[in-house]
């Protein structure tokens, strides 16, 4: 079954980076998009970031210049890197592996990593 387990997160002062990784399992990783997606406390799921299988890297508009995803197709894990932190990016952080061609649909996601960034 599909496993995705984050980690990386912590407590950044603003300004700060952090790099969340998120290992795989259970699926053909290297043919299938990945995203990261939060949510704030008392917010709803919001998407991060995409890559899709051959690289190409999607972003929403808040994080576009400071969040950078990847992927390593051997080791079965996407990384987001995170920069200029700002108090609120604060966030439980999710992997996600999305349905089909979408990158905001989830088919699973993992338990999630805190990140906090404090002002």
């Known amino acids: 079954q599909v496993q995705l387990v984050e980690s990386g997160g912590g407590l950044v002062q603003s300004g700060g980076s952090l790099r969340l990784s998120c290992a795989a399992s259970g699926f053909t990783f290297s043919t299938s998009a990945m995203s990261w997606a939060r949510q704030a406390p008392g917010k709803g799921l919001e998407w991060v970031s995409g890559?899709?299988?051959?690289?190409?890297?999607y972003y929403a508009d808040s994080m576009k210049g400071r969040f950078t995803i990847s992927r390593d197709n051997v080791k079965n894990t996407v990384y987001l890197k995170m920069t200029s932190l700002k108090p609120e990016d604060t966030a439980v952080y999710y992997c996600?592996?999305?349905?089909?061609?979408?990158?905001?649909?989830?088919?699973?996601w993992g338990q999630g990593t805190q990140v906090t960034v404090s002002s």
């Open positions: 890559i899709r299988s051959d690289g190409t890297t």
């Open positions: 996600a592996l999305p349905r089909g061609g979408s990158l905001v649909d989830f088919y699973s």
